[in-house]
């Protein structure tokens, strides 16, 4: 069973800067095929899809509201990979519970994910 965990989250003034991460504490397998997705939910608002990229690395999507700000990647932690969420010139717009999901599907649609991280609170202050 794959068991998703983010890490990284916190509060930050408005232009700065956070980096998520999310791995696999679960015995389990991500499959290299696998897609690999952030999303976010604001109080009140559905969860949207931020960034997506396969658990092998390659090309990544991104949501039009933080393409150029927001980085996704595969990075290599403890003999184990993780996906990352660089986020820079954050606005109070981006705050929002952000959750790690991963899928079957190069998909932005959040039903096409079967397995879901508990979430990391980021708090952009104006």
């Known amino acids: 069973q794959v068991q998703l965990v983010e890490t990284g989250g916190g509060s930050v003034q408005a232009g700065g800067s956070l980096t998520l991460s999310c791995g696999n504490s679960?015995?389990?397998?991500?499959?290299?095929?696998?897609?690999m997705a952030w999303f976010r939910q604001a109080p009140g608002k559905e969860r949207e899809f931020v960034a997506l990229i396969r658990w092998r690395g390659g090309s990544a999507l991104y949501a039009a509201s933080v393409k150029g700000r927001f980085t996704i990647s595969i990075s290599r932690y403890n003999d184990q990979n993780r996906v990352d969420l660089q986020m820079t010139s954050l606005k109070p717009e981006d705050t929002a519970v952000y959750y790690c999901a991963r899928g079957c599907q190069y998909e932005t649609n959040r039903r096409a994910y079967d397995t879901w991280g508990q979430g990391t609170q980021v708090t952009v202050a104006s």
């Open positions: 679960g015995p389990g397998r991500i499959y290299s095929s696998s897609v």
